[in-house]
């Protein structure tokens, strides 16, 4: 047979493949730890709670549920979620502003293609979320991103860059930031910072793309009040998930945005998916009418708090002197950066070989400047499973070490 060139566009040029994905053929061993993904702990999945609702939608909404369902979303569902979002993070908003979308992923993916044409730019956190990476490379963005410390990212820095590409005739279409908890570092902006990017976004006419995963799981500190909550110029786009927070599998996320943007979105989304699936959607409608979510968050946050505590703890005891890592006050994520001398993508491979996997830096790193860095997930392996992985992981970092400082 002879095989046809297949002729791609240049779409995905830009695209790498994960890195850690190529190299899960070695984590089938047995003792495997892996502190790579983003996952939920299937033991927060409220599994017989759902059992019942989805008896509850077979029997009540069974012909409307397997069918066909609205762009924007199943009209109750979007209800509930601007009642959600209003008590959680004082956001105000209607169900014509709240589109449904196929996880927040989806919503990502959405917004470079409603916003961007290719070569536009964009200011990121730097370090900033992998799936926002790919989204935004996928359109061809050019991603400016910018440092942040512990309190999130350097808007004095932010706004010189914007200044500096207003000028160049760039001017950048958006901000993306991943405010509290951050993916990958953990980090939570201050409110100072806060207010800031919102008095930016203004001066500058730059909307604000807040991403908000992980905001309801806290384990320490106090709420900050969320950046659409601070905007009065209808000028921040949030995008939300119940992803972490009641489980991935259902793919549902929801983004709050201009009416102007919600139909540009609608329009895609016809392209993309038709709809998300309506099944998913009556599930989570009724998970949020019955108030399941609200017992189940206490759970989820008191389970992880244990286990993020025991990372810090496992850290204190195995990370050799000169190691740093974030102190989250939530989320999912530690950022741990290394002696500058050591690649974690280097490492990676020989990490993977021992038994265990983290995130190397620089896939999260638009200008690939975090090369001594990893991200590392708590909230999937057990506690003992935790302080053995990390033992094999401190033990490797403290060998290259050694190797480095060997005459
Ligand atoms: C910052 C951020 N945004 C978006 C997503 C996508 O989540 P989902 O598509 O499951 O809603 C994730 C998932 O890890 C994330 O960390």
Not at 52 to 79: C, F, H, K, P
Not at 215 to 236: A, F, N
Not at 257 to 275: E, H, I
């Amino acid at each position: 047979m002879i095989k046809m060139n297949l002729q791609f566009s240049d779409g995905l040029k830009n695209m790498k493949p994960s890195e850690i994905r190529e190299l899960l053929k070695y984590a089938s061993k047995k003792d495997f730890i892996s502190f790579s993904g983003g996952m939920p702990n299937p033991l927060t999945f409220p599994m017989d709670e759902i059992r019942q609702i989805i008896d509850e939608v077979m029997r009540d909404y069974g012909s409307l549920a397997l069918q066909y369902g609205n762009t924007g979303g199943l009209n109750e569902l979007r209800e509930e979620i601007s009642k959600m979002v209003l008590e959680t993070e004082g956001i105000k908003t209607t169900m014509e502003g709240t589109i449904v979308t196929s996880g927040s992923q989806q919503g990502l993916y959405e917004l470079a293609k409603v916003m961007l044409n290719p070569g536009d730019t964009v200011i990121t956190e730097e370090p900033t979320y992998v799936g926002a990476i790919s989204a935004f490379d996928a359109n061809k963005a050019e991603m400016h991103s910018i440092k942040i410390d512990d309190e999130g990212m350097d808007t004095h820095a932010a706004e010189e860059e914007i200044k500096r590409l207003i000028s160049a005739g760039r001017k950048p279409k958006f901000i993306y930031l991943i405010p509290t908890f951050q993916n990958p570092t953990g980090i939570t902006m201050s409110l100072e910072r806060r207010k800031h990017i919102t008095e930016i976004s203004s001066r500058y006419s730059i909307p604000i793309v807040e991403d908000n995963p992980y905001g309801e799981l806290r384990y320490s500190g106090q709420k900050i009040p969320s950046l659409k909550s601070l905007d009065h110029e209808d000028s921040v786009i949030y995008m939300g998930t119940f992803s972490k927070v009641m489980c991935p599998g259902f793919r549902l996320g929801y983004t709050i945005a201009p009416v102007d943007y919600v139909n540009r979105a609608n329009l895609l989304k016809q392209a993309l998916d038709l709809s998300s699936s309506t099944f998913s959607q009556y599930v989570a409608w009724l998970y949020l009418k019955k108030g399941i979510m609200k017992t189940m968050i206490p759970k989820a946050v008191s389970l992880y708090r244990k286990k993020r505590d025991a990372m810090f703890k496992a850290l204190e005891e195995s990370f050799p002197e000169g190691s740093k890592w974030s102190r989250p006050d939530g989320g999912m994520f530690i950022w741990a950066t290394l002696d500058r001398r050591i690649n974690t993508s280097d490492l990676l491979k020989e990490s993977v070989e021992a038994g265990v996997a983290y995130v190397s830096g620089n896939s999260f790193s638009p200008s690939r400047s975090q090369g001594s860095s990893m991200r590392l997930n708590f909230t999937f392996a057990e506690e003992k499973k935790i302080f053995e992985g990390m033992e094999r992981l401190g033990n490797l970092v403290e060998k290259k070490l050694s190797i480095l400082e060997s005459p």
